[in-house]
């Protein structure tokens, strides 16, 4: 059944799409494009940085990502840390990480007012197509790379909720109870 972009909306938890693994698309298709297109809208209108296919209510292998050059974020260098204007990611695959991991905060479009530190690899690389169909892979770190596993995590059913550190879990749990109960 064809999707309407117009009807998608910014899905919260504990909307059971955000618990769905989401499945790999064809290709890019016009219908494809349209629902991207109204990602972006999405995201730029809630202030995001990245939202996923799931966040919207559709099982796709796909998201959105506009992360921008700021005080310690650069599209520069081997590594970059912020992305070159939104870029398009269908069906992302992450490469296996080396190295540690580093604990930054994290929030999320889909529960609103939960923040929490999330422990994960600084530096990794993803391969995607991109909305012109085309094949591409890049290394980043920092925000970006975070960002990269953050909406990765969302194609896999997996929240920040998930990942987050006890101690912020015990923080929000009023905050996700409050969500729970909303429905």
């Known amino acids: 059944m064809p999707v309407d972009p117009s009807s998608l909306r910014v899905r919260l938890y504990p909307d059971p799409i955000l618990r769905t693994k989401a499945r790999e698309l064809a290709g890019v298709t016009d219908e494809v494009i ?3 297109r109204r990602m972006i809208d999405l995201m730029r209108a809630h202030d995001g940085i990245g939202l996923a296919a799931p966040q919207v209510g559709l099982d796709w292998r796909l998201f959105v990502l506009d992360v921008p050059p ?6 520069e260098g081997p590594n970059p840390t912020a992305s070159r ?15 540690g991991l580093e604990p930054y905060e994290e929030g999320c479009l889909s529960l609103p007012g939960i923040r929490g530190d999330v422990l994960r690899p600084p530096t990794i690389t993803i391969s995607a197509t991109g909305l012109d169909g085309k094949p591409f892979t890049q290394t980043g770190s920092g925000l970006l790379a975070r960002c990269w596993q953050h909406e990765m995590d969302h194609l896999d059913g997996v929240l920040i909720l998930d990942k987050m550190l006890p101690v912020f879990r015990l923080k929000n749990r009023q905050a996700i109870r409050d969500l729970e109960e909303s429905v």
């Open 34 to 36: 349209a629902v991207a």
């Open 85 to 99: 204007g939104v870029v398009v990611y269908i069906n992302p695959v992450l490469s296996a990480p080396a190295g």
């Open 70 to 75: 700021g005080e310690r974020r650069s599209t």
